[in-house]
């Protein structure tokens, strides 16, 4: 896998439990120092015990954009940030007839909103040394939403088409700052289900393709392991049939 990005700072959100707290892991072992950001400090104090001295815990309310901004000012003093995956959220089983206009946005401010937050203050690094990697965990539940899951569907898919919205914004100006979409699959965390994937091994494929600076991954949107290409219309699909030309989904290398 070419193109590793020069690793500075890599921030984590979510980072107390569950795949942040994996992908915590998994970068501190392969190097990356981590600032991982949580509600809970002691949550918080459990990854730092496992992820070793390269974990540094910063409690934050990623639905709170002053609790972000005082959490990247305290990131800036043990280094530049490089990295973000935006993987905090909640998936509250609600019925729409027992959601309130409230908690439905309390979702979105956790599930959306932090993932604003926390990208627009990550920018401020990125845009300054030209570099960076942003990473939005997602799902989905935005194309085909289960049962009790309005405001948790709603939330990813808008995080889906932030991503898009990034490219659109960033892509010409800083090309060195590449924005994906991953979707880890359904895993055995307390957000997900008892016989799902272990959190660690999707942590392989997440902390790989957060350390993969490529600039044909701006905009690439990932399934556990393995690309997942864009819709393409007739014409293009033709034309490619004519050439003897076929686009191969990429895979990541853990």
């Known amino acids: 896998m070419p193109d590793t990005i020069r690793t500075r700072m890599a921030v984590i959100t979510g980072a107390g439990s569950g795949l942040g707290r994996a992908?915590?892991?998994?970068?501190?072992?392969?190097?990356?120092?981590?600032?991982?950001?949580?509600?809970?400090?002691?949550?918080?104090?459990?990854?730092?015990?496992l992820a070793g001295d390269d974990f540094f815990p910063i409690p934050c309310d990623v639905s709170d954009p002053a609790s972000v901004a005082a959490a990247f000012d305290a990131i800036g003093k043990h280094g530049t940030v490089s990295i973000l995956i935006n993987n905090a959220g909640v998936y509250p089983h609600r019925d729409i007839m027992d959601e309130s206009p409230d908690s439905f946005m309390q979702t979105l401010a956790i599930n959306l909103g932090g993932t604003v937050a926390c990208t627009r203050?990550?920018?401020?690094?990125?845009?300054?040394?030209?570099?960076?990697?942003?990473?939005?965990?997602?799902?989905?539940?935005?194309?085909?939403?289960?049962?009790?899951?309005?405001?948790?569907?709603?939330?990813?898919?808008?995080?889906?088409?932030?991503?898009?919205?990034?490219?659109?914004?960033?892509?010409?100006?800083?090309?060195?700052?590449?924005?994906?979409?991953?979707?880890?699959?359904?895993?055995?965390?307390?957000?997900?289900?008892?016989d799902g994937l272990d959190p660690a091994l999707a942590a392989t494929w997440g902390a790989?393709?957060?350390?993969?600076?490529?600039?044909?991954?701006?905009?690439?949107?990932f399934e556990m392991d393995r690309e997942i290409l864009p819709p393409r219309g007739m014409k293009s699909r033709l034309r490619d049939a004519l050439l003897l030309r076929r686009r191969q989904p990429r895979r990541i290398a853990p």
């Open 208 to 221: 790989a393709l957060a350390l993969w600076q490529d600039p044909s991954l701006n905009g690439a949107v």
């Open 23 to 49: 992908l915590a892991i998994e970068l501190c072992r392969r190097g990356v120092p981590v600032a991982g950001l949580g509600r809970r400090a002691d949550a918080l104090d459990e990854t730092a015990a």
């Open 121 to 194: 203050a990550a920018l401020n690094d990125m845009a300054e040394i030209g570099t960076g990697r942003i990473l939005n965990v997602s799902s989905f539940s935005d194309i085909a939403p289960p049962p009790c899951s309005a405001a948790y569907s709603v939330s990813k898919g808008a995080c889906t088409i932030f991503s898009r919205a990034l490219v659109a914004d960033l892509g010409d100006r800083f090309p060195g700052i590449v924005v994906s979409t991953w979707m880890p699959g359904m895993l055995a965390t307390d957000m997900g289900v008892p």
